[in-house]
């Protein structure tokens, strides 16, 4: 009976995360925008470093609000409804955009510190990161309306919005922040101006929540335990664009690279906020022993990875009209050694953070899948350096 119980969690979780992970395909369509318009990441030399930033800042909002979400639609503190929700809901949402913005600004500074010594940045260099990073996450605010309507939609058919809603919103959240990202640089070639009021509008509609809600519990934890995160997730994610610009003039990666970081990332997020949700539901004892009572789930994630890094590899030579047997065999091998480093050190971190954080009486998931996606778009970064060390 235990055996047909495990196999049938296993079957599950996997069906649900390959259904979830197929939306990694629209990552290629990021990366091929990337390519498509790599004249424009070339404007200013802290463009390329700073997109892996852009993209893990929104992938580390959008996490937090998916994992605070599903935990919160199985506990019942939310309703999957837009309208007359609950006073948890409405404090999530207003933390969310004042996180965007200190996101934003905490990215930006140590992005900063990073071209001062890695990436050949000038003084008045340091404004154009600022706006533009600014700018480009306020355009990224229309994605948290998506990550509601996701989570809503799978919790009402049956599907666990743990497994579903963010791997879907990584891979939607890294097309469109790609898309506002090259908006936003295009638009400061004609007017710094319109891109530093949007800025602005989005600094005055913090104070106004802040002002707002500085006495609402719900509110300040968010924020207090969110902005740790934060911090770390600053620096990791400016060493994967350093790493980032190491790799150059392999256009198939640049193609692949946020198929692959999202999936990563999915790897991470399915085993975390499962975790995370057994964990508050009692199901799942908070030690590191109990790793092996989550198995099912851990290699059903991982399982589902290296199929869509299979298809990822044909895709990506596809496009690029490079492929042929022995180019896909190749790219492939590079692309599977990559998974196999970077989605095992991801597994460990996610439930690692998931165990630790509810050890200390902290909400796991203000933790884990913001730390989990940024540092798995770092892990996978490496491990495709790595990668093409030993493989060519």
């Known amino acids: 009976m235990t055996n047909s119980k495990n196999s049938q969690a296993f079957s599950k979780t996997f069906r649900e995360a390959l259904?979830?992970?197929?939306?990694?395909?629209?990552?290629?369509?990021?990366?091929?925008?990337?390519?498509?318009?790599?004249?424009?990441f070339q404007l200013y030399p802290w463009t390329i470093a700073v997109y892996p930033a852009i993209l893990s800042a929104r992938g580390m909002i959008s996490g937090l609000f998916s994992g605070r979400l599903g935990t919160?639609?199985?506990?019942?503190?939310?309703?999957?409804?837009?309208?007359?929700?609950?006073?948890?809901?409405?404090?999530?949402?207003?933390?969310?955009?004042?996180?965007?913005?200190?996101?934003?600004?905490?990215?930006?500074?140590?992005?900063?510190?990073f071209g001062s010594f890695f990436w050949e940045v000038s003084p008045t260099g340091f404004f154009d990161i600022f706006?533009?990073?600014?700018?480009?996450?306020?355009?990224?605010?229309?994605?948290?309306?998506?990550?509601?309507?996701?989570?809503?939609?799978?919790?009402?058919?049956?599907?666990?919005?743990?497994?579903?809603?963010?791997?879907?919103?990584?891979?939607?959240?890294?097309?469109?922040?790609?898309?506002?990202?090259?908006?936003?640089?295009?638009?400061?070639?004609?007017?710094?101006?319109?891109?530093?009021?949007?800025?602005?509008?989005?600094?005055?509609?913090?104070?106004?929540?802040?002002?707002?809600?500085?006495?609402?519990?719900?509110?300040?934890?968010?924020?207090k335990e969110s902005f740790a995160t934060l911090v770390i997730v600053a620096f990791i994610v400016n060493i994967t664009g350093t790493v980032l610009n190491r790799i150059e003039g392999r256009k198939e990666i640049y193609t692949v690279y946020p198929a692959l970081i999202d999936t990563v990332g999915d790897v991470g997020s399915v085993v975390g906020s499962t975790a995370t949700t057994k964990l508050a539901l009692g199901l799942l004892k908070p030690s590191f022993s109990s790793l092996r009572d989550h198995s099912k789930q851990i290699f059903a994630a991982w399982a589902a990875s290296l199929i869509m890094f299979l298809l990822f590899s044909a895709l990506s030579l596809s496009v690029n009209n490079m492929f042929s047997f022995s180019t896909f065999l190749n790219f492939t091998a590079l692309l599977l050694t990559a998974n196999l480093f970077a989605a095992a050190a991801i597994i460990l971190i996610s439930y690692a953070v998931a165990i630790l954080t509810f050890q200390k009486g902290l909400d796991p998931d203000n933790f884990v899948i913001p730390i989990e996606s940024s540092i798995a778009d770092s892990i996978t970064t490496i491990a495709l350096l790595a990668a093409l060390f030993l493989i060519g």
Do not use: W
């Open 131 to 223: 706006a533009v990073v600014v700018s480009t996450m306020t355009f990224g605010l229309v994605l948290s309306f998506f990550t509601m309507g996701v989570g809503f939609t799978t919790f009402k058919k049956g599907l666990d919005p743990d497994v579903i809603q963010y791997p879907v919103m990584s891979t939607v959240a890294d097309i469109f922040i790609t898309l506002c990202y090259i908006f936003t640089l295009s638009l400061y070639t004609v007017s710094k101006y319109a891109v530093v009021l949007v800025a602005l509008f989005h600094i005055c509609l913090s104070f106004y929540i802040v002002i707002r809600d500085f006495r609402k519990n719900e509110f300040v934890k968010t924020i």
């Open 72 to 113: 919160a639609l199985h506990l019942g503190t939310i309703y999957p409804k837009f309208f007359g929700n609950t006073k948890t809901f409405y404090a999530l949402f207003d933390a969310v955009i004042v996180i965007t913005l200190e996101t934003s600004i905490v990215m930006s500074g140590v992005s900063m510190l």
């Open 19 to 40: 259904m979830a992970y197929s939306f990694d395909f629209g990552g290629i369509l990021a990366g091929f925008f990337v390519a498509y318009y790599f004249n424009i």
